[in-house]
């Protein structure tokens, strides 16, 4: 995989050069609310519009259907990326129309452009191969380099990140670049012990995962809406908690695998409880229960673990020289069952080993909660794809980049 420093090292000054970058922030409205993905994109535009390219930034944001959608316009990112830049950044209203085509063609040496959301045309992300290599040639007319940086796509087999780069001299940027890096720590010569943290809603999500880590981990700490089904696999009574029924003989069977090769899985002992979700606009006091895992209440619902899985699973991760972390333990975006998601960032905060923060609602939390993300050796900016990668799987995106 070539990477964008040896791009600059042959020279970009007036190269257009397309970015395919990640600018999938959340919204409220038009007010961005984590801009995370914007600022890790940021060494890879610097870093090109400085030796001179004409940099073509484009993304998707969201899941319009294949159409123009102004609830879904990148043009709030836009700015943001231009606010932290310093300088001024074109935007095109459309993919590859009239609009694209103008502002890109405007562009002078070191200026950078955005062109409008990506999935606004059905090519982007069309079963088609026809159709998406449509979209990719109309794509690829807009620049002479392509630079692949958006991680949190790469596990997607969309136009402009498998079929472009197969039209132009192509590269990783410095994210892409980084984050492999890290995914290597994580299965390649791994420091010991490995420690995984997995939570989040659905045991489903992350089955395939689990089952590669349970030949390479040390030890699983399971938290979140997925813990139900494996305390239910352990017979336990769950009441009207997140549960995946139909995976518990799958969940049992990892529950052995993971005895039977020695790795520690670790479950809650004891979690909070309510009858009510409780409402995360208002965020008003929800006055959780705490409970044994094997005494939860029929009519109440687990929505965090408790203080002493807190302390259980700080001990656990003390030890260990990697920690890979992906999925809050509960419903971390209210005030009273935070505990659990920000006990386990502490902990990573006070680990001496190389910690990861894989992407996603653990990423968010981190910035939610108020942690300084310097102090955690690596956040992803893809949950998804970096739980792809720990499956093993081939990732459409970076196999594109190889070639």
Same mark, same amino acid.
């Given at each position: ?7 600059? #090292?042959?020279?970009? !000054? &007036?190269? @257009? /050069?397309? +970015?395919?970058?990640? %600018?999938?922030? $959340? ?19 610097? #870093?090109?519009?400085? !030796? &001179?390219? @004409? /940099?073509? +930034?484009?993304?998707? %944001?969201?899941? $319009? ?339």
């Amino acid at each position: 995989m070539k990477t964008i420093d040896e791009l600059l #090292a042959d020279g970009v !000054a &007036g190269k @257009r /050069v397309f +970015v395919r970058a990640d %600018l999938n922030v $959340p919204l409220d409205g038009t007010t961005i609310t984590d801009d995370g993905r914007i600022r890790a994109v940021l060494p890879t535009v610097k #870093a090109l519009a400085e !030796a &001179g390219a @004409r /940099v073509v +930034v484009a993304s998707h %944001l969201g899941r $319009p259907k294949g159409a123009p959608d102004p609830a879904f316009s990148l043009a709030p990112a836009a700015a943001r990326l231009g606010e932290l830049l310093g300088a001024d950044v074109a935007f095109a209203t459309d993919t590859v129309g009239d609009s694209a085509t103008s502002t890109v063609a405007g562009l002078a040496d070191g200026q950078v452009a955005v062109i409008e959301n990506l999935r606004f045309n059905a090519g982007e992300t069309s079963k088609d191969d026809a159709e998406r290599a449509g979209f990719a040639d109309r794509l690829a007319a807009l620049a002479d380099v392509y630079v692949g940086d958006g991680f949190g796509a790469v596990h997607r087999k969309h136009a402009s990140v498998f079929d472009l780069p197969k039209r132009l001299p192509h590269y990783a940027g410095h994210l892409i670049a980084t984050e492999v890096g890290v995914l290597k720590k994580l299965t390649e010569d791994v420091k010991r012990p490995y420690v995984v943290a997995l939570g989040g809603a659905k045991v489903s999500d992350k089955l395939a995962v689990i089952d590669q880590l349970l030949g390479k981990a040390d030890r699983l700490l399971i938290g979140g809406g997925m813990a139900y089904t494996f305390l239910k696999a352990k017979g336990y009574e769950v009441g009207i908690s997140l549960l995946q029924e139909d995976q518990v003989p799958a969940v049992t069977e990892y529950m052995e695998r993971a005895e039977k090769n020695g790795v520690e899985l670790v479950l809650p002992v004891d979690v909070l409880v309510s009858a009510e979700f409780p409402d995360l606009k208002t965020k008003a006091p929800a006055n959780p229960t705490t409970v044994a895992a094997d005494a939860i209440p029929a009519d109440q619902e687990g929505l965090d673990i408790g203080p002493e899985t807190r302390k259980l699973y700080a001990s656990k991760l003390a030890d260990a020289a990697t920690v890979f972390w992906n999925g809050p333990m509960g419903v971390f975006e209210h005030p009273d069952y935070a505990e659990g998601t920000k006990a386990v960032a502490q902990a990573l905060v006070d680990s001496q080993g190389f910690t990861v923060v894989g992407g996603g609602d653990s990423a968010a939390a981190v910035r939610t909660l108020g942690f300084d993300e310097n102090a955690f050796g690596h956040i992803s900016t893809g949950g998804g794809a970096s739980l792809e990668y720990l499956e093993g799987k081939t990732l459409p995106g970076l196999a594109a980049l190889e070639d």
